[in-house]
T-cell receptor, first 115, second 110 residues
């Protein structure tokens, strides 16, 4: 069984640039959630995608957007990067039948640094 | 007030000690509860789910008190390898997002 994979693992961007992060969900999972974890904090929910539609969103501005593809993989896009966007970005997948009831399995994350 | 609150620590304990972490949550609609473990610069990994009746997994025991909206994690006979950050996590009923506490850092020393 393939787990959740994320790419790239590390990224450095300049303030004002745009970035795209990618996530491949675990086999059999059709729901993908994205979280942002700043240093010293717990992960914060950005949004969730189910069957290619956004299915809930946290307190993040519109410059954070996403996509889910027919194979259930997903992208997180961030426009107009700010220094505070520097964080570990985590992706988690689940099936519609558990929706996290048994906890989510996270990918190893993308560490984004904005300079 | 944060939705999930934890003491950030760090908790520095000797090997073999028993240590307890506490967590409170504010939303009474919370339905599922978890403890995750996170090693430095790694992703969080599910340690255990927490059930109303309490549950145990080896050296780890989790308790839930719905009336007080309080969750605990007890680690017995601490090992050096238990050093990590422990995250308290809740999921609302019918919800689709996990809400994390800030985490409690544990350092087990010789």
């Amino acid at each position: 069984e393939t787990g959740v994979t994320q790419s790239p693992t590390h990224l450095i961007k300049t303030r004002g640039q745009q970035v795209t992060l990618r996530c491949s969900s675990q086999s059999g999972h059709n729901t993908v959630s994205w979280y942002q974890q700043a240093l010293g904090q717990g992960p914060q929910f950005i949004f969730q995608y189910y069957r290619e539609e956004e299915n809930g969103r946290g307190n993040f501005p519109p410059r954070f957007s996403g996509l889910q593809f027919p194979n259930y993989s997903s992208e997180l896009n961030v426009n107009a990067l700010e220094l505070d966007d520097s964080a570990l970005y985590l992706c988690a997948s689940s099936s519609e039948y558990d929706r996290g009831q048994d906890g989510y399995t996270f990918g190893s994350g993308t560490r984004l640094t904005v300079v | 007030r944060k939705e999930v609150e934890q003491d950030p620590g760090p908790f520095n304990v000797p090997e073999g000690a028993t240590v307890a972490f506490n967590c409170t949550y504010s939303n009474s609609a919370s339905q599922s509860f978890f403890w995750y473990r996170q090693d430095c610069r790694k992703e969080p990994k599910l340690l255990m789910s927490v059930y109303s009746s309490g549950n145990e997994d080896g050296r780890f025991t989790a308790q839930l008190n719905r009336a007080s909206q309080y969750i605990s994690l007890l680690i017995r006979d601490s090992k050096l390898s238990d050093s990590a950050t422990y995250l308290c996590v809740v999921l609302r009923g019918g919800g689709n997002k996990l809400t994390f506490g800030t985490g409690t850092q544990l350092k087990v020393e010789l």
